[in-house]
């Protein structure tokens, strides 16, 4: 980040008491250094953007057309600015220096009170430098933020979030046809495009030499070349994110994908991000009043998709289907305003999903954070229905839902020595089943969840009533007190379930 010359007299050379005698509309010269030099013929020394301070020694006895020449050099090497200390040479600035400096355009300072040039250059020059480093400190944490998200197979919209935030500006990408494809700082698809309207900056994004899309910034405190500098940095990650994701919409299941697993990973913060990467992958939740996410576990992600298509056309709803780590998930947006969508969404996988396994997640609002919180419990909730299935194949159902699995997933947050101490009030039935290759245990939570119900337990056990009272006398026994009870039902369908975790735990069922 350079100095303009109006900051370098304020800042800097105030003391001088300075007084712009022409060039006012160049005031925004970029200052990249200050020098000082009595030399008559110091223009070919130069480079360009500097400001030079004189006290006119080198003019001294020289006539009116030579320092006019002077001037005229002095402007054909791009100086940011003359400032002329009076007194030593001059007592005021001669007119034929200030029309040619009006002339060109070049703006000269007089500088009304004596202060040491190597005072102004020193201080001027280390704020210039001092912001250089700045410029340099800056790209290089961008460099490393960059370096470290491509490292970790982020996909673009983390890319665009670290550029947003080096930068300190909304960010929007746009397609090679103009469609948003991401947005940074911005609440929704008005305010990206209002972004758009009144960008500051924009760059190509490329990948294999082809422009695939265009990033554009929005208002900056940054001077343009420091700005253009993050951009054409970041603009290349950027290019490779969308690239490898392919979120050009050339193929849905990819973007499909890289959403899921950003949304696993908590890497999608806000709704508008949710929305644009959505529509990428063929998703519009828009009009949904909720989005219901399913996880399956399928011995093929084929068999996983298919699923998700069959209940996708019984739902009449839009779905997204993604595989993240050899999980498939699905995600539905529901439209209706029926009270129980997870019933809705439970029914139509049972009897389908063969040797799948399949949970139903709690109903998300449609934002980022709540989908992702949805998400992640009903992974953790997959976990454990697989497991149970696998330990116990023929009694655990192929379909559930987080709802289901409640007491579960409480159990699974729990001390294992407080699980423990949990099974403790159901350790005579364990050990029966252990020592005579009985399933007591298994009994007693399918009654306990069939509402103590013979009639319904019996179906669900495959026995006849009578073998089911005779079990049911036998745990009674065992147990030595009312398993039934209004105040112990609870806590034993709650030691069961810390049972049931053991057993995977030791198995190792557990993901």
């Excluded at 355009?105 to 250089?132: G, K, W």
């Excluded at 982020?154 to 947003?164: R, T």
């Excluded at 423990?420 to 009994?443: A, N």
Aim: hydrophobic letters at 45%; aromatic letters at 2%; a negative charge.
């Amino acid at each position: 980040m350079v100095l303009a010359l109006h900051e370098v007299l304020d800042r800097h050379l105030a003391a001088t008491d300075p007084q712009v005698l022409s060039g006012h509309g160049r005031l925004g010269n970029e200052v990249r250094w200050v020098h000082s030099s009595e030399i008559f013929e110091i223009g070919p020394l130069l480079s360009g953007g500097e400001l030079l301070l004189t006290t006119g020694l080198g003019l001294a006895g020289t006539d009116a057309g030579t320092r006019r020449h002077y001037i005229r050099e002095l402007a054909t090497r791009d100086v940011a600015g003359v400032a002329v200390e009076l007194g030593r040479t001059f007592d005021e600035v001669p007119d034929e220096m200030i029309r040619e400096a009006s002339s060109v355009q070049l703006p000269l300072i007089a500088l009304h009170t004596v202060i040491p040039f190597i005072d102004l250059c020193r201080a001027a020059n280390t704020d210039i430098v001092s912001r250089e480093v700045g410029v340099l400190r800056r790209r290089g944490e961008l460099d490393a933020a960059l370096h470290a998200l491509m490292a970790a197979g982020a996909g673009a919209p983390a890319i665009v979030k670290a550029i947003a935030a080096a930068i300190g500006c909304p960010l929007v990408v746009l397609g090679k046809n103009n469609a948003l494809m991401a947005a940074e700082g911005v609440d929704d698809d008005h305010s990206a495009w209002q972004v758009v309207d009144a960008q500051s900056a924009s760059v190509p994004v490329q990948s294999r030499g082809q422009v695939i899309a265009t990033l554009v910034a929005g208002p900056s405190s940054l001077d343009a070349d420091t700005m253009m500098s993050l951009l054409d940095l970041g603009a290349g990650p950027l290019g490779v994110a969308l690239s490898m994701s392919r979120e050009l919409g050339g193929l849905r299941h990819r973007a499909a994908a890289t959403l899921m697993s950003d949304l696993l990973d908590r890497r999608v913060d806000r709704r508008p991000d949710l929305m644009m990467r959505s529509r990428a992958a063929g998703f519009d939740p828009a009009g949904a009043v909720c989005i219901v996410p399913v996880a399956i576990s399928a011995p093929a992600p084929r068999m996983a998709a298919q699923l998700t298509a069959t209940v996708t056309k019984k739902l009449a709803v839009q779905s997204l289907h993604a595989d993240v780590h050899a999980t498939s998930y699905a995600l539905f947006a529901m439209t209706d305003q029926a009270r129980d969508q997870i019933t809705r969404v439970c029914a139509a996988f049972a009897g389908i999903v063969g040797e799948a396994t399949v949970v139903v997640g709690n109903a998300a609002r449609v934002d980022a954070r709540d989908l992702s919180d949805a998400l992640l419990t009903v992974r953790r909730a997959l976990a454990i229905a697989s497991g149970s299935r696998r330990a116990m194949a023929r009694h655990t159902d192929a379909v559930s839902s987080v709802r289901a699995l409640a007491a579960e997933l409480a159990v699974e947050t729990l001390d294992a020595a407080v699980r423990d101490d949990l099974v403790t009030s159901v350790g005579p039935l364990v050990e029966w089943d252990r020592t005579h290759g009985s399933e007591l245990t298994h009994t007693l939570e399918v009654h306990l969840r069939h509402g103590c119900s013979a009639t319904r337990s019996a179906v669900a056990l495959h026995l006849g009533r009578q073998s089911l009272y005779q079990r049911l006398e036998r745990i009674r026994e065992l147990l030595g007190f009312d398993f039934a009870a209004p105040e112990t039902y609870p806590s034993v369908l709650l030691a069961l379930c810390a049972h049931r975790s053991a057993v995977r735990s030791a198995s190792g069922q557990e993901d």
